[in-house]
């Protein structure tokens, strides 16, 4: 998983297996020119392209080191790209960027729930665009990044279908939780923590950020799919917490012309503490019968449902069960973030180190990241660079050590 948006691409990583042999073949020659090209499982090409023989554990750590080496690159300088989630999930802790190739359709959210791809196109020919560093960014993340809602950065959408339950998410951004190793240097997800953390200096302070951020998502959406929405509401808070999305929904419908319906929209029971239960069957249960809606009917109406962080899904499908049960035609769901699951790490003894020394922080007036380290500051980015440099060491000092068992390019 990339750092940020990637600066410059210089190695891709290519395993496709749907597209026909000659579109392949054209736009890896295209692509070649400039980029060094590694082609999994297909030999006999030309030009600036590798022929690596297939192997169900590829990309892994030892084939990495041999490709640092060889190629003299960095970690965050290569793309893994393919049709297969299989193969990406085998990429997830090389922290390189991903670009998953779905030729037809929405995501469906239980394909990917808790490993959201840094990119999704709908052909390798569509690839070239994506390798920019403008398009590469999630627009929540690019958001973060630059301290500025007109960063660059798209928007993406799920379809979640678990049995009657269909509907689509709207996601800005991924969550990278406690657990997983890109949650020590994600500015994106510490935003969201601390801005509803009522503990946090930061609490609130990147309300206008999300208004704004939500406000974009839902007008992009209407516009993209030329549908219009009438309400909004947001997945209630329970019962024994302070509302935390009330500036937030409030801000939303002073941008956009619509109507606010989450006072009559309330959490009725006291739930498990769903950070607590990782399957969905667990959450779905603890998410029944919670949500009730007690105003006006929603005849014919489409709603806006927003939340901070979707995992599972099963709360976000239990809201839009009873706004369905209510009239609503349609809920489309606007969130954040999708939480990303934890995974091995390819130098986890150099990440540990980082996260002992290293915590980040943000500046509570201008919002600007930075690490503490013992009685020191430190400069995001130059805190980043350092660790990639260690990370880049750790790995090549593994391909030294690496017996004949290891991988060799």
């Not at 980029?35 to 090409?45: F, Q, V």
């Not at 309300?207 to 839902?218: A, D, H, P, R």
């Not at 390819?346 to 002992?356: M, S």
């Not at 980015?381 to 391909?399: G, H």
């Amino acid at each position: 998983m990339v750092i940020d948006y990637p600066s410059q691409i210089k190695v891709l990583v290519i395993h496709v297996r749907m597209a026909s042999a000659d579109a392949v073949h054209e736009t890896l020659q295209r692509l070649s020119r400039s980029w060094k090209c590694y082609l999994i499982g297909n030999a006999g090409l030309a030009g600036n392209i590798e022929s690596v023989p297939w192997n169900f554990q590829l990309p892994n750590a030892a084939f990495l080191a041999s490709l640092l080496k060889r190629e003299s690159v960095r970690l965050d300088e290569i793309a893994y790209i393919s049709d297969s989630m299989d193969f990406l999930n085998n990429a997830r802790g090389l922290m390189g960027y991903t670009i998953f190739i779905k030729p037809k359709g929405l995501l469906l959210y239980d394909r990917t729930a808790g490993f959201c791809p840094d990119a999704v196109c709908s052909g390798i020919d569509r690839i070239l665009p994506l390798l920019s560093p403008a398009r590469t960014s999630f627009k929540g993340e690019a958001a973060i990044n630059d301290g500025s809602i007109d960063a660059p950065g798209k928007l993406s959408v799920f379809l979640y279908r678990n049995g009657e339950h269909h509907f689509r998410i709207c996601f800005a951004g991924r969550y990278f939780n406690s657990r997983h190793y890109m949650n020590t240097v994600d500015k994106y997800s510490h935003a969201i923590v601390r801005n509803k953390n009522e503990n946090s200096r930061l609490y609130g302070r990147f309300n206008n950020i999300f208004i704004q951020l939500y406000s974009v998502m839902i007008r992009s959406y209407q516009k993209h799919f030329n549908m219009r929405i009438d309400a909004l509401a947001n997945v209630p808070d329970k019962p024994a917490k302070k509302p935390r999305s009330k500036q937030i929904v409030s801000g939303i419908c002073d941008i956009l012309p619509l109507e606010d319906i989450s006072a009559s929209f309330v959490c009725r029971s006291s739930m498990q503490d769903s950070k607590s239960l990782m399957t969905s069957r667990d959450r779905a249960a603890n998410t029944l019968d919670s949500y009730t809606y007690s105003g006006p009917p929603l005849t014919g109406r489409t709603i806006a449902l927003i939340d901070d962080i979707a995992t599972t899904g099963s709360t976000l499908a239990a809201c839009v069960d009873e706004l369905l049960a209510h009239g609503a035609e349609e809920v489309i769901c606007f969130v954040l973030a999708i939480n990303q699951f934890a995974c091995d790490f390819c130098i986890r003894d150099a990440l540990e180190g980082f996260q002992k020394d290293n915590q980040l922080h943000f500046n509570a007036t201008t919002l600007s990241p930075f690490f503490t380290r013992k009685q020191d500051t430190v400069d995001y980015d130059t805190a980043i660079a350092e660790f990639l440099d260690i990370a880049n060491r750790s790995i090549l000092d593994s391909a030294d050590m690496e017996d004949e068992s290891g991988y060799s390019l």
